[in-house]
């Protein structure tokens, strides 16, 4: 056969200009999960703005009784019940004490109980609940008739004998606190557990001999992290409510504690003859409680994603 000769003139042969190139190729930077939920996130005006409001507490809470002159517990006689002034930017209270001071110095417990206690909740939710969901049968029964039983007896009544027995310290709050609402969190995982473990992921590391701790952890857990990460950020104001309402109605925290419940139980009295000094208590704990639902949405809508 004679040889085809595949040489193209090169009058008949015009090269593509640069601008041209590539015209109709459509590319989208690559993003990892979390990058691409934190632009999700970030778009919720509402969620950016109750981040940023928390952060700025958490910084508050630190150099604000760092750095002031006064301290939580000194008092002033002299400047008793004194309006909102340059020295005493929030007022002070019947004894003479900064408001200003209190209520940042009160974030630190009031916060510290919220995210201590949710902390808790999520490692107990997630073993508990991830065991019941991939094990199954019997001891799924048996495991949920016991958080029933838990969960049939009045969550205050667990408060407190909790705080009669230990005391009215933080570390009794956390402990009460946390004694029944690490249920909702083992109920979210169970829940997440038992409709992952049949999937083909869950069954192909199962073939490849995966243990069963290396499937739950590092495939049934992990995919569900959204709803997981949604309801921690409900249990944060969920906690801060707690230790708020029972100090406030004096069956929390010890009354030298200076807790947002316990400084606004101290205003109660003067709430018709100085409503002021009651107004900063209850809008950090409404402010708090509000940014932390408004982070939770973000973050819900953030992963929503996932599950499409």
Not at 67 to 92: K, W
Not at 139 to 144: K, L, W
Not at 201 to 214: E, N, T
Request: aromatic share 10%; charged share 15%.
């Amino acid at each position: 056969m004679s040889e085809i000769n595949m040489n193209i003139p090169d009058s008949l042969f015009t090269p593509l200009p640069e601008n041209e190139k590539n015209s109709e190729f459509i590319a989208m930077k690559s993003k990892t999960f979390a990058r691409d939920a934190w632009d999700r996130f970030r778009k919720n005006r509402l969620a950016l703005f109750g981040l940023i409001f928390l952060a700025f507490m958490v910084v508050m809470a630190i150099a604000v009784p760092a750095l002031s002159p006064y301290t939580y517990e000194s008092q002033d006689i002299s400047v008793r019940n004194a309006l909102p002034s340059m020295a005493h930017p929030f007022g002070t209270d019947k004894l003479g004490r900064d408001i200003f001071v209190r209520i940042f110095y009160g974030a630190r417990i009031s916060l510290s109980i919220g995210f201590i206690s949710a902390a808790i909740n999520l490692v107990v939710g997630i073993v508990y609940g991830g065991i019941s969901g991939y094990v199954g049968g019997k001891t799924d029964m048996i495991m949920m008739r016991i958080i029933d039983i838990i969960y049939s007896v009045p969550t205050l009544l667990y408060v407190i004998l909790i705080l009669m027995v230990f005391g009215n310290s933080v570390n009794s709050m956390i402990l009460a606190i946390c004694l029944t609402s690490w249920i909702g969190m083992a109920r979210q995982v169970r829940t997440q557990v038992m409709s992952l473990k049949e999937k083909e992921f869950s069954l192909a590391a199962k073939v490849i001999g995966c243990s069963d701790a290396r499937i739950l952890l590092k495939h049934l857990v992990i995919n569900s992290l959204g709803p997981i990460i949604v309801e921690l950020t409900l249990m944060v104001p969920s906690a801060i409510f707690t230790e708020s309402f029972l100090s406030f109605v004096g069956i929390g925290l010890s009354p030298t504690t200076p807790s947002w419940g316990i400084l606004a139980n101290d205003c109660r009295q003067l709430v018709f003859t100085n409503p002021v000094q009651i107004i900063w208590p209850i809008s950090a704990i409404c402010l708090t409680i509000l940014s932390l639902n408004f982070v939770g949405d973000g973050i819900g809508e953030a992963f929503q994603m996932k599950t499409r």
